[in-house]
């Protein structure tokens, strides 16, 4: 229990610190950021210490769940958990049971092969389980499907790859089944330490390169929307302390002129809807007012319906618009009991610049499309009264609008007007999405505060990557596969070197000491047959010096036989004596031309000599294809002609047999001679004996001639063989090889 208690704890402390450092190493970060090096840590542990890990797991991913929600403010819902958790447990548990084999045999390092097909299924294989679940839960985790899902598929398939490729061999080889020793073990973990090391600064370079570009592109998008927005504001400040200047230099100025100067100083492009003119009438001048502008002062009662306004001191009522024709709706309109509710118009008149008022829904057009009032006290000439109002109707939403599209490409703008506890929505919808990065830029408009929202179309995850992110996410993972493939092949090579030194030399063992065991037989059999051979002829020199020494005629026949008999044994020693040399290599074969038909003559008359006193007979048959003069020695032939035309009537169990002699050419002036011993004898005069039996047995066996003959053929690189037709004629074939035939005449 104690030792099971430690292995889960050191399982958690991992958890907790791959947990830990992809907080503190990926940025931005989301829920999805941790979970392909968890993935492959597990793999690692379970293979390690077996299944049981899966429970730590499961507490430790719910446990850093908790703590990321708190920590990061990330709203992380139950079933990005569970799956994340499944996924993990499934692909931990895939692994160990594809690697099972390996792991039991232990195996994994014994071949380059092994170790290949053990990191790929640890790895590639397995891997592709989490990465397709990273991306549901991506999914789920953005509420939305729009977006590349590519490298978010790619980036947590290789963070998986790497963990498991770079913990599985450390944790096995501090198991110690390997048998490694302490340095290879030692080198394998710092090389992969530092591999690992180099790969994750490479990683966060590039990532630190991203951020720094999507945060250059934010900085230029809040100057280029800062430095549009203050342009136009100042356009529409321009055209107001213009139309201020004319009014307050003029003692009065008619429709026509309003209308007039208008036209000139306004900007088709500008954001301004409505130029008006609201001067400052008297309660005693209102009805001249009226009747000379044939419009009576109105304002706006709580039902927001216009009626006649009130009696008071003072008026403000909209004499001249710009449009005239479209806005002549607005003329008798008084400015300062009906702005009461957008700005303070006793501001205004203390001012001495324009303020602007809080958006507000016009009846100019879209109730959507809010308006801002910019508005400019106009003084008398002395500066000591108040002449009247210059009112800008300014509405920017097909301003912000252009901006939008000119300026950016991938962000979304969002502008509101923060001046007051309660905010108006200038442009745009807010991002509601929480990986999304977002930056603010405030800008002040004249008493007016402007809140300006930046924020990304699509998660980060989501984005599309450039090449050089693709780049170095590719070359890490690759990089860093085969670096871990090359390390461990190594050792893995090593040990394959080690087996089959260790094979080579088992198999070298085993020949030498077969071949030490046939040498010492045939050297044993030779020495033995020699001693035997000798006693026999010593015995047989002493009696026939006694035999000569009786001198009786009787005898003479006896002596005879005993002198064959020894020229026999003489014959015979001579034999072992040729097979020892054979053996250890002694006996060469010569190359010399001579006449080979002569030779054959010469052989035929010896055997006709030999075969006349035994009632034997053998018919020499030599082939056209059989050259006169050939390359070859003369003497190692006739060492095994003779016997073999000896043996031959004992072997066939006839008394007539038939030589033919043919060649067969080759390529390089090279040939083989072709010996065929076939019986002549009729039906009637020959011994049947069985045709199996005289196939299998060895012709060597037959007698010491014949395995002289047999050994003799192969010095020469040629064979013997034995063998029947159907018809039960035997037939036995010598073949050697001439190193030269010399075609002559």
């Known amino acids: 229990m104690p030792n099971k208690l430690q292995r889960f704890s050191f399982a958690f402390i991992i958890y907790l610190i791959v947990c830990t450092g992809t907080i503190l190493f990926i940025d931005p970060f989301s829920f999805v950021s941790f979970i392909g090096p968890v993935a492959g840590v597990t793999t690692a542990l379970v293979i390690f210490m077996g299944v049981n890990v899966l429970f730590i797991t499961a507490i430790a991913i719910i446990a850093f769940s908790g703590f990321l929600s708190w920590y990061t403010q990330l709203n992380i819902d139950l079933a990005m958990i569970v799956l994340a958790v499944l996924a993990i447990m499934l692909q931990s548990y895939l692994a160990k049971q594809i690697v099972s084999i390996e792991l039991h045999q232990q195996n994994w390092l014994k071949s380059r092969k092994a170790l290949f097909a053990f990191l790929f299924k640890i790895g590639p294989l397995t891997g592709l389980v989490c990465a397709s679940t990273i991306v549901v839960i991506t999914i789920l985790d953005n509420e939305k499907m729009t977006g590349s899902l590519f490298y978010v598929f790619v980036s947590s398939w290789s963070g998986s790859i790497l963990f498991a490729i770079f913990f599985t061999p450390l944790f096995l080889l501090a198991q110690q089944k390997q048998q490694l020793s302490a340095s290879k073990r030692l080198f394998i ?388 004596t040729n097979l020892s040399k054979i053996e250890s290599g002694e006996l060469v074969v010569k190359s010399e031309v001579f006449d080979f038909h002569h030779f054959l003559m010469r052989i035929d008359e010896m055997l006709k000599a030999q075969n006349a006193s035994k009632g034997r007979s053998m018919t020499l048959v030599i082939d056209p294809s059989v050259p006169h003069f050939i390359s070859s020695d003369e003497l190692r032939i006739q060492q095994f002609l003779l016997p073999l035309c000896a043996s031959i009537y004992e072997l066939y169990n006839v008394s007539s047999i038939r030589l033919t002699i043919k060649a067969h050419s080759h390529q390089f002036n090279m040939a083989t001679l072709l010996f065929v011993f076939t019986d002549s004898d009729d039906e009637h005069t020959r011994k049947k004996i069985p045709i199996v039996n005289s196939i299998v047995r060895d012709i060597s066996q037959c007698s010491t001639q014949m395995a002289m003959v047999k050994e003799i053929c192969q010095l020469m690189q040629g064979d013997l063989s034995f063998g029947a037709t159907k018809s039960d004629e035997k037939i036995l074939t010598a073949a050697i090889k001439i190193s030269q035939i010399i075609n002559s005449q």
């Open 189 to 576: 973990t710092l090389a992969s330490f530092l591999a690992f090391i180099t790969i994750g600064l490479l990683y966060k370079t590039s990532q630190n390169i991203q951020l720094r570009d999507r945060q250059d592109m934010f900085t230029q998008v809040k100057h280029e929307v800062k430095q549009t927005i203050e342009q136009e504001v100042e356009r529409v400040v321009s055209e107001v302390n213009s139309l201020s200047a004319f009014i307050s230099a003029s003692d009065q100025v008619t429709l026509s002129e309003f209308t007039l100067f208008t036209e000139k100083t306004s900007h088709k492009s500008s954001s301004i809807k409505v130029l008006e003119w609201a001067p400052i009438i008297e309660h005693d001048q209102r009805e001249s007012y009226e009747t000379i502008s044939m419009n009576p002062i109105m304002e706006r009662s709580d039902t927001t319906k216009l009626q006649i306004a009130k009696v008071r001191k003072r008026y403000a009522p909209v004499h001249h618009a710009f449009s005239h024709a479209v806005n002549r709706v607005t003329l008798g309109f008084d400015v300062l009991t009906n702005s009461k509710d957008v700005i303070s118009m006793a501001e205004v008149m203390n001012s001495n610049s324009i303020i602007a008022s809080a958006p507000s829904n016009l009846s100019l057009g879209d109730y959507n499309n809010l308006g801002i009032l910019f508005i400019s006290s106009v003084h008398t000439k002395n500066k000591h009264d108040i002449q009247g109002f210059v009112v800008a109707v300014v509405q920017f939403n097909d301003f912000f609008s252009q901006l939008s599209k000119l300026t950016m490409n991938d962000v979304n703008l969002f502008i509101e007007d923060i001046s007051s506890e309660e905010s108006y929505i200038l442009y745009g919808q807010q991002s509601t999405n929480r990986n999304n990065h977002v930056e603010q830029l405030t800008l002040d408009i004249f008493s007016r505060q402007w809140q300006i929202s930046f924020s990304e179309l699509q998660p980060w995850q989501m984005q599309q990557k450039s090449w050089q992110a693709w780049g170095i996410l590719l070359g890490a993972t690759l990089g860093g596969m085969l670096f871990q493939l090359l390390i461990l092949m190594m050792v893995a090579y090593s040990s394959e070197l080690s087996i089959q030194v260790r094979r080579k030399t088992q198999e070298l063992i085993i020949a030498k000491e077969l071949s030490e065991k046939e040498s010492t037989a045939k050297t044993v059999f030779l020495k033995t047959l020699n001693k035997e051979l000798q006693a026999p002829l010593k015995a047989i020199n002493v009696f026939v010096e006694q035999l000569r020494e009786t001198e009786q005629k009787q005898q003479k026949t006896i002596i005879t036989n005993i002198d064959l008999s020894q020229k026999n044994m003489s014959h015979l020693l001579d034999m072992v």
